[in-house]
């Protein structure tokens, strides 16, 4: 089955700066790429996704990078705010009525002020 | 719009003790999963219900039963809860795998 690995597990920045975060999966045969934000006590929320035809996705301050090649796909937040502090996932899925979802162990991101 | 509504939101069980989670959508979603988030671990599937009818098992099924009820309400059944079950458990709803997935506000299990 798909595995999906993600890094950095912790990640602090300062307010302004820009956070990477970067997951790698192995079913080659995934096309969709989802990335979900939990703030403390809640459920995750989908921020943004990329499918496999795109290779790039911006909305706002967030995006999403693409490398199918390489099986690898990244999130970038700019000039990142105290609100942006939360767990964020990756995950991965195949398309089809009978697809699962597989996420990532998580980043707590902290920006400090 | 309440989304997905999981209950109970807080549980302590004893060792052999069972229990079922509970979880509605209402929106009319085909697919409904179970998670389990443990530090460090990230969320892991338990099982998932592709349509009305169907259920599978995902990376972590040992231990629990699932029962998709109609397309509205997916339970989660602990039969005899062990203290590795401790964790939060989430539900969730999608149109199909590949959109959107919503989540309930989790459940925190904890077996003594």
């Known amino acids: 089955g798909e595995n999906v690995e993600q890094h950095p597990s912790t990640l602090s920045v300062q307010e302004g700066d820009s956070a990477v975060i970067k997951c790698t999966y192995s079913?080659?045969?995934?096309?969709?790429f989802p990335w979900y934000k939990q703030e403390l006590g809640k459920g995750p929320q989908l921020i943004i996704d990329?499918?496999?035809?795109?290779g790039e996705k911006k909305d706002q301050r967030i995006a999403v990078t693409l490398n199918k090649t390489a099986k690898h796909f990244s999130l970038h937040i700019t000039e990142t705010q105290p609100e942006d502090s939360a767990v964020y996932f990756c995950?991965?899925?195949?398309?089809?009525?009978?697809?699962?979802?597989?996420f990532g162990t998580g980043t707590r991101l902290q920006v400090t002020l | 719009n309440a989304g997905v509504t999981q209950t109970p939101k807080f549980q302590v069980l004893k060792t052999g003790q069972s229990m079922t989670l509970q979880c509605a959508q209402d929106?009319?979603?085909?697919?409904m999963y179970w998670y389990r988030q443990d530090p460090g671990m990230g969320l892991r599937l338990i099982y998932y219900?592709?349509?009305?009818?169907?259920?599978d098992k995902g990376e972590v099924p040992n231990g629990y039963n699932v029962s998709r009820l109609n397309k509205r309400e997916f339970s989660l059944r602990l039969e005899s809860a062990a203290p590795s079950q401790t964790s939060v458990y989430f539900c969730?709803?999608?149109?199909?795998?590949?959109?959107?997935?919503?989540f309930g506000q989790g459940t925190r299990l904890t077996v003594v």
């Open positions: 995950a991965a899925s195949t398309t089809g009525t009978a697809s699962k979802l597989t």
């Open positions: 929106m009319n979603h085909n697919s």
């Open positions: 990329i499918r496999s035809n795109v």
């Open positions: 969730a709803s999608s149109g199909r795998a590949d959109t959107e997935a919503f």
């Open positions: 079913d080659s045969a995934s096309n969709y």
């Open positions: 219900s592709a349509s009305e009818g169907t259920t």
